[in-house]
């Protein structure tokens, strides 16, 4: 027995090592082409400018309708290039739609997304207001900055470099700026979605707002990656209601409606939804793990025996365990309207971000079988599903993978999976790939100014986002 285990032993052994020396990189060849953005300076007061409208979406409504048409005229006058040659449309009064015609109308289209609204920001956390557009010697900081007037300026400053290069694409590309995606895009993306489907659009993807380029962030890899996201997690609103018996607080039930609130909550803590690499997690790590050492390569390189110890390391920390499964976060509560009154009813909102492969209806099974408490109700108040995967190995993805490197050949580029959502999901009925991605480069500190205090990005990122896009659009337009 012991010779059969020895044996049994060095087989796994022999091909683990056997799988790790054909684990090669998936990197493409680069050739470094230096960024030169001409009149940088004007570049980044235009986004600048942008950044001074406070075209904030704060859940009670569009943005002032004021802002959003000041923020257009903007465009409007920034890019004369592209507004004499592109059609530009009000879409939901608020939104904007360009069209550049192709010369081959039978082409499938290329779509650039992006979005004109922001979240709120309270200036008195801020180191600079966060619409004043602040411009230093390195960084262009304001609300926007990163999310998301970065992606739209970059897109049109892009576009109007090629039409004065004289570039004609062959096939039509549209940039949909909707004004709604902090609040779900259901006015903005979704309206221009419609509309490009009744006209009978096809493209042949989407890229949208996203992830980005990380620097110092993956443990074991010192050169930048660039995590392009080819799915996107869902979303689901989810009301606990726990129903107790009112009264005075002085002679109370052993549970009270809080009572048992809190009970289903703790016991959902306890008790997540399971784990499991899904399809774009996988290819991220095949990716990825051709640049580690050879001990985690030879790890990433057999998953069908080391799967296990990866999940428990992801699970380790709140941001690879988010890769892993669906989470559930409590993040609002209510109860009784004076201290000393019991609630006859205790409600809690759970936030859940919906792993591909799972649905609403397995989310609720495990929901329901954890609590386990007839008194304690559910409630779906919002649900979005995840969108499943795009190909890491289609045309516009290894455009995207050369963009990037020959901008800097030390990036490594890497299909992942988007953990928030974006205004990408209204369009992945026209497009045969969704992609999520915005070339910012983000280190550890950068991470808390998305949607958080001091959002800003730096000069020379700025213009290496301009000339990505630039190059991207050719290069997918040109056929």
Same mark, same amino acid.
């Given at each position: 027995?012991?010779?059969?285990?020895?044996?049994?032993i060095?087989?796994?052994?022999?091909?683990?090592?056997?799988?790790?020396?054909?684990?090669?990189?998936?990197?493409?060849?680069?050739?470094h082409?230096?960024?030169?953005?001409?009149?940088?300076?004007a570049?980044?007061?235009?986004?600048?400018k942008?950044?001074?409208?406070?075209t904030?979406?704060?859940?009670?409504?569009?943005?002032p309708?004021?802002?959003?048409?000041?923020?257009?005229?903007?465009l409007?006058?920034?890019?004369?290039?592209?507004?004499? /040659?592109?059609v530009?449309?009000n879409?939901?009064e608020?939104?904007?739609?360009?069209?550049?015609?192709?010369q081959?109308?039978t082409?499938?289209?290329?779509?650039?997304a992006?979005?004109?609204?922001v979240?709120?920001a309270?200036?008195?956390r801020?180191?600079?207001?966060?619409?004043?557009g602040?411009?230093?010697?390195?960084?262009?900081?304001?609300?926007?900055?990163?999310?998301?007037k970065?992606?739209?300026?970059?897109?049109?400053?892009?576009?109007?470099?090629?039409? +004065?290069?004289?570039f004609?694409p062959?096939?039509?590309v549209y940039?949909?700026?909707g004004?709604?995606?902090?609040?779900g895009?259901?006015?903005?993306?979704?309206?221009?979605?419609?509309?490009?489907?009744?006209r009978?659009?096809?493209?042949?993807?989407?890229?949208?707002?996203?992830?980005v380029?990380?620097?110092?962030?993956?443990?074991?890899?010192?050169?930048p990656v660039?995590?392009?996201?080819?799915?996107?997690k869902?979303f689901?609103?989810?009301?606990?209601?726990?129903?107790?018996?009112?009264?005075?607080?002085?002679?109370?039930?052993?549970?009270?409606?809080?009572?048992?609130?809190?009970?289903?909550?703790?016991?959902?803590q306890?008790?997540?939804?399971?784990?499991?690499?899904?399809?774009?997690?996988?290819?991220?790590l095949?990716?990825?793990g051709?640049?580690?050492?050879?001990?985690?390569?030879?790890?990433?390189?057999?998953?069908?025996?080391f799967?296990?110890?990866?999940?428990s390391?992801?699970?380790?920390?709140?941001?690879?365990?988010?890769?892993?499964?669906?989470?559930?976060?409590?993040?609002?509560?209510e109860?009784?309207s004076?201290?000393?009154?019991? +609630?006859?009813?205790?409600?809690?909102?759970?936030?859940l971000?919906?792993?591909?492969g799972? /649905?609403?209806?397995?989310v609720?099974?495990h929901i329901?079988?954890?609590?386990?408490?007839?008194?304690?109700? =559910?409630?779906?108040?919002e649900?979005v599903?995840?969108?499943?995967?795009?190909s890491?190995?289609?045309?516009?993805?290894?455009?995207?993978?050369d963009?990037?490197?020959?901008?800097d050949?030390?990036?490594i580029?890497?299909p992942? =999976?988007?953990?928030? =959502?974006?205004?990408?999901?209204?369009y992945?009925?026209?497009?045969?790939?969704?992609?999520?991605?915005?070339a910012?480069?983000?280190?550890?500190?950068?991470?808390?100014?998305?949607h958080?205090?001091?959002?800003?990005?730096?000069?020379?990122?700025?213009?290496?986002?301009?000339?990505?896009?630039?190059?991207?659009?050719?290069?997918?337009?040109?056929?």
């Open positions: 027995m012991l010779l059969t285990w020895l044996a049994a060095f087989v796994v052994g022999c091909i683990a090592v056997w799988r790790t020396s054909g684990f090669e990189s998936k990197q493409r060849p680069a050739t082409t230096p960024v030169a953005i001409p009149d940088l300076g570049r980044v007061e235009r986004l600048s942008a950044i001074q409208f406070p904030v979406s704060d859940g009670s409504g569009n943005p309708a004021a802002q959003l048409f000041a923020l257009h005229e903007h409007r006058a920034s890019f004369p290039l592209v507004h004499q /040659t592109l530009r449309e879409i939901a608020y939104s904007l739609l360009y069209t550049w015609k192709g081959d109308p082409l499938p289209a290329l779509i650039l992006g979005h004109l609204d979240v709120p309270d200036p008195k801020w180191s600079h207001d966060p619409f004043a602040k411009v230093d010697r390195l960084h262009i900081y304001g609300r926007g900055a990163m999310d998301d970065v992606t739209v300026m970059a897109i049109l400053e892009a576009v109007e470099l090629l039409l +004065a290069e004289g004609v062959e096939r039509s940039l949909a700026f004004h709604d995606e902090e609040v895009g259901y006015e903005g993306a979704r309206v221009i979605a419609d509309i490009l489907q009744a009978g659009v096809v493209a042949e993807a989407t890229i949208d707002e996203g992830m380029i990380t620097e110092g962030i993956m443990d074991g890899i010192t050169d660039a995590l392009v996201g080819i799915a996107e869902g689901m609103n989810l009301e606990l209601v726990a129903r107790g018996t009112g009264g005075h607080s002085s002679m109370p039930p052993r549970k009270t409606a809080v009572g048992l609130l809190s009970q289903a909550i703790v016991r959902l306890k008790h997540p939804m399971p784990g499991s690499l899904s399809d774009s997690v996988e290819q991220m095949a990716y990825v051709p640049e580690f050492s050879y001990g985690r390569r030879l790890v990433m390189a057999n998953l069908w025996l799967g296990g110890m990866v999940k390391s992801f699970s380790e920390k709140h941001a690879t365990d988010a890769l892993l499964r669906t989470t559930m976060a409590p993040t609002m509560l109860g009784s004076k201290a000393n009154v019991l +609630a006859q009813e205790a409600k809690a909102i759970i936030n971000r919906i792993k591909p799972d /649905t609403e209806e397995s609720l099974k329901r079988k954890t609590i386990d408490d007839s008194r304690v109700s =559910l409630n779906v108040i649900m599903s995840p969108q499943e995967s795009s890491s190995d289609s045309r516009v993805f290894h455009i995207m993978a963009s990037l490197r020959s901008m050949p030390s990036i580029v890497s992942g =999976l988007m953990l928030a =959502l974006t205004d990408s999901r209204h992945a009925k026209l497009s045969n790939d969704v992609y999520r991605f915005t910012m480069r983000l280190g550890p500190e950068d991470l808390a100014r998305l958080g205090v001091d959002e800003r990005i730096a000069v020379s990122n700025y213009a290496e986002i301009i000339a990505f896009n630039r190059r991207l659009i050719r290069a997918v337009a040109s056929n």
